[in-house]
C-alpha cells in the first residue's frame, strides 16, 4: 500500500512531490530498512538514482525533492537515516544548507553528489558534518558503499575526493562542526547533557546524538579523554 502526499513549496522553489511508501511491497514496514531522502533538481537522475537505492533489499527511498526546502521539508516530515543532496541545486548550494539541516534533524546523516570537483566545496561540506561527498560520473560504483557507511555514523569518501583533501592534513577524526565544538567545550567544563541543551536551546536527545558524532569522529569514549582532548586542543580558552 502506498500514500502519495504533496508537500507545498518554500516559496521561490519548484513545486516537488514527495512521496512517502508507507509499507513495502513484502507488507514489512519500510521503517526496518535504511530510510533514504533523495534530493535532486533533474527527475532523471532521481529516477536513476531511486532505482540503484531500491535494488538493495535494505534500502528504501521514502521521500524524493528537487529543491533544499523540499528536502528539508521531507526530513523533518519524515526522518530518514540518509538525506542524498545535490550540491547545486535551483534554491542554492547544499553545501551552505547542511549543518543547519544536521542541526534540525541530528538522525539524519547526508551524503552529497556533485559534478563539481572544488575540493574547497568538498571540505566545506565535511566541516559542516556531511557523511560523504561523491562525484556523480562515480555515483553507480560508491553510491551503495556511501550510505552504508553514513547510515552506520561513519564517513565515506572515493579516492579521487580523499586525494584531493590530503594536502589540507584534516581527516574525519579532526573535524567537528561548530555545534559539536560548542558541545564538546561545555562537556569538558562539567556540564550535564540537560544543562548544555538549555544553553544551547537543544533537546537533550539531540546533545546526545551530538555527543555520540563527537566520540566516533575522535575515537574517544569518555568524558576524561573529551576534557583532554578538549584542553589540548585549546577549546576552553574561548
Avoid at 529516477?47 to 524524493?64: H, I, S, T, Y
Avoid at 526546502?69 to 538525506?83: N, Q
Avoid at 565544538?181 to 567544563?189: H, I, K, Y
Wanted: one cysteine or more; a negative charge; glycine letters at 8%.
Amino acid at each position: 500500500m502506498s500514500l502519495a502526499i504533496r508537500v507545498a513549496p518554500h516559496p521561490g522553489c519548484a513545486l516537488t512531490a514527495l512521496r512517502w511508501r508507507a509499507m513495502s511491497d513484502s507488507g514489512t514496514e519500510s521503517t526496518a530498512k535504511t530510510s533514504i531522502v533523495l534530493a535532486d533538481d533533474h527527475a532523471v537522475v532521481r529516477g536513476a538514482l531511486k532505482a540503484l537505492l531500491e535494488g538493495q533489499d535494505d534500502f528504501a527511498v521514502v521521500g524524493e525533492a528537487a529543491d533544499i526546502a523540499s528536502a528539508r521539508a521531507a526530513v523533518l516530515e519524515f526522518g530518514p537515516r540518509v538525506l542524498i543532496l545535490d550540491v547545486n541545486m535551483p534554491d542554492g548550494l547544499a553545501v551552505d544548507a547542511v549543518a543547519g539541516l544536521r542541526e534540525e534533524a541530528p538522525g539524519t546523516e547526508i551524503v552529497l553528489l556533485t559534478m563539481e570537483r572544488d575540493m574547497t566545496l568538498a571540505r566545506s561540506a565535511l566541516d559542516s558534518g556531511a557523511r560523504g561527498y561523491l562525484f556523480k560520473d562515480a555515483a553507480h560504483l560508491e553510491l551503495i558503499e556511501a550510505v552504508r557507511h553514513a547510515a552506520e555514523g561513519r564517513q565515506y569518501l572515493p579516492a579521487a575526493v580523499a586525494a584531493g583533501l590530503k594536502d589540507d592534513g584534516k581527516t574525519e577524526q579532526t573535524v567537528l562542526t561548530p555545534r559539536e565544538t560548542e558541545v564538546l567545550r561545555l562537556m569538558a567544563l562539567g556540564h550535564t547533557n540537560r544543562e548544555i541543551g538549555e544553553q544551547l536551546s537543544l533537546s537533550v536527545r539531540t546533545v546526545e546524538t551530538h555527543r555520540a558524532h563527537i566520540q566516533q569522529k575522535l575515537g574517544l569514549d569518555s568524558r576524561p579523554e573529551l576534557t583532554r582532548y578538549a584542553l589540548e586542543n585549546h577549546l576552553l580558552d574561548t
